[in-house]
């Protein structure tokens, strides 16, 4: 096996384990705005790593090229889909994508305090 060979294995390997450590976050968080955090290793590094590979693999040429486009594809769509995702959780939670009216920015905790990462808006007399 050649150095090119080992350097393609290891890069695959790679890109399973960071798309086997992303299914595991899926499944132990709690909400859909926690596993939204999970989706962009699988969705964005994991390909880019794989492309590396090709790269390595093939060299420049009209395979690594085509492998190019369908990277380009995904690092534009996927952060695309995830917001779509996250937006309608959100409409399907709160019936609506917009902040509440009445001070919060964000998911407020039941006791009122904003969210951890969230501000409150001040109330004006």
Do not use: C, N
Request: hydrophobic share 50%; net charge positive.
């Amino acid at each position: 096996m050649t150095a090119r060979g080992i350097a393609v294995d290891v890069l695959l390997a790679l890109a399973v384990a960071i798309v086997l450590a992303s299914s595991v976050g899926l499944l132990v968080m709690r909400d859909v705005y926690q596993k939204a955090h999970y989706l962009t290793p699988a969705g964005l590094v994991a390909p880019v790593v794989v492309g590396v590979a090709v790269l390595v693999q093939s060299g420049l040429t009209l395979d690594t090229a085509e492998t190019g486009l369908a990277l380009l594809f995904v690092l534009i769509s996927s952060p695309i889909l995830t917001h779509a995702t996250i937006r309608a959780a959100r409409i399907r939670e709160t019936g609506d994508w917009r902040p509440a009216r009445g001070g919060t920015a964000g998911r407020a905790a039941a006791d009122g305090r904003p969210a951890r990462g969230t501000a409150m808006q001040q109330e004006q007399p």
